[in-house]
């Protein structure tokens, strides 16, 4: 893995790392280990977004490793901690992209960043040597088709478009249609993150998610919830009415360069039993890294070596 991509990392998770996390760190680097050790981690585990439930079970493992290590003092603790925190984040598991074309939809609410990761997303593929549609299905707003238009060009791949005001489950059938004609290898579906309601929002992508079934049998293949990094646990919240409309199969954590409260990429493992699949590191076409729990964990707790 290239410097490039490590330091993307490093520089992504700065406001993390400085907020919140540092914190750790630098406590961690102080004391001896007593009765208050565990009460200010506690605290600063809490504070760092990783929630209750989690920062709870992070810490009674600690406690049992420290007792079989026979650890006495907070700087052996630091690794300790890493290898816990890497251990409740790891992924796995990877799409199956045997489907011809495999189709990939994005949900999400509006602003968390549907758009942007679709065609980072669609560059990546790109990069690697797959053949990329892009797919507007957000209609209800001219400004979006000409959005995800202008970065179907920067990410070079072809885009098809519903008509302004059209119906959205129309044009991810006509997408998807397009592109087992020209035998595409991925389709991504934008969709929109606004409507009247969420009643309607939901009833909505249910309906795109429907219909993309009826253009290609089982798709999509994956629907991934985008989440903006810098709302903390209020994603999480959004988080669950989506799980409730349609199967969400993981997480795009967008805006991770813009927070400090990175630490809920924790709570949406625990808490959503959702994998985060990408990390959106800025603004820019490639500013998108597959989730790397090692790479994250190191980003956020600053090494002492
Ligand atoms: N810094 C940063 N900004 C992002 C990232 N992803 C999206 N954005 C910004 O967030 C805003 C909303 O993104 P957009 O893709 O339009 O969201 P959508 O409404 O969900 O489609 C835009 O200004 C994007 O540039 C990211 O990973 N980092
Ligand atoms: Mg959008």
């Known amino acids: ?21 540092g914190r750790i760190a630098n406590f961690l680097g102080t004391s001896e280990l007593d009765e208050n050790t565990w009460e200010n981690l506690e605290a600063l585990l809490i ?28 700087t052996e603790l630091v690794d300790v901690l890493k290898e816990v925190l890497v251990d409740r984040l790891r992924v796995d598991e990877d799409l199956d992209y045997s489907a011809k074309p495999t189709v990939i939809m994005l949900v999400g609410v509006n602003g968390s960043g549907k758009t942007t990761s679709a065609a980072k997303l669609a560059y990546q593929y790109q990069q690697a040597g797959k053949s990329v549609m892009l797919v507007a299905a957000d209609t209800y707003r001219a ?15 072809p885009m098809v478009a519903g008509q302004p005001g059209g119906d959205p489950g129309a044009a991810a059938y006509d997408g998807i249609n397009a592109a087992l004609a020209r ?12 409507l009247h309601t969420r009643y309607n929002l939901m009833e909505e992508i249910k309906k795109v ?45 967008a805006k991770l360069d813009s927070s400090a409260k990175g630490g809920m990429a924790f709570a949406i493992k625990a ?15 490639d500013d998108m890294q597959r989730f790397d729990a090692v790479r994250f964990v190191d980003g956020v707790i600053e090494s002492q070596n």
């Open 183 to 194: 035998k595409m290898d991925i389709v991504i579906v934008d969709t929109a993150g606004r």
């Open 143 to 157: 400004a979006a088709i000409d959005q995800l238009k202008v970065w179907a060009d920067r990410a070079g791949v």
């Open 47 to 74: 504070q760092a977004d990783i929630g209750v439930d989690t920062t709870i079970d992070v810490i009674e493992t600690l406690q049992q490793k420290v007792h079989e290590l026979g650890i006495t003092h907070t």
């Open 271 to 285: 808490q959503l039993g959702l994998p985060i699949l990408y990390a959106g590191l800025g603004e820019g076409i």
């Open 209 to 253: 998610h429907r219909v993309s079934g009826k253009a290609l049998s089982g798709a999509p293949h994956a629907t991934w919830l985008v989440l903006d990094a810098t709302t903390g646990q209020n994603a999480l919240q959004q988080a669950k009415s989506f799980q409730k409309s349609v199967a969400i199969d993981g997480v795009i954590l």
């Open 1 to 21: 893995m290239s410097e490039n991509v490590f330091n993307k990392w490093l520089k992504g998770l700065e406001k993390t790392r400085k907020v919140t996390f």
